[in-house]
Nanobody
């Protein structure tokens, strides 16, 4: 089981940028996938982006493609989410999560949060218009 600690949220104006970090500890495997999900008030939690532990594959929700970039920092053992051109509709609590599911690693079901077994505590992102 891995442990996750997400951070980096804050308040930013529309068009601005934020960088979220997910510190990963515990026993990791090459077949792990780490993803970011978000939950806005009154809405269901939704997939944002994911990266395989090798860093070879990345996956994005259509709503963030071209604006968000997910990456793994091998030295710090963190997974980062660089968010550019933020919009008010990006306002949400952002959670990082880890999956040991091999189908997720192979690019299937990466958006299915039920396949992620470890979660961070969440970090608030607020984008003002």
């Amino acid at each position: 089981q891995v442990q996750l600690a997400d951070s980096g949220g804050g308040l930013v104006q529309a068009g601005g940028s934020l960088r979220l970090s997910c510190a990963v500890s515990g026993r990791t495997f090459s077949s792990h996938t780490v993803g970011w999900f978000r939950q806005a008030p009154g809405k269901e939690r939704e997939f944002v982006a994911a990266v395989t532990w090798s860093g070879a594959s990345t996956f994005y929700a259509d709503s963030v493609k071209g604006r968000f970039t997910i990456s793994r920092d091998n030295a710090k053992i963190t997974v980062n989410l660089q968010m550019n051109d933020l919009k008010p509709e990006d306002t949400a609590v952002y959670y990082c999560a880890a999956s040991q599911n091999v189908l997720v690693y192979r690019g299937f079901y990466y958006a299915d949060m039920s396949r992620y077994g470890s979660w961070g505590q969440g970090t608030q992102v607020t984008v003002s218009s």
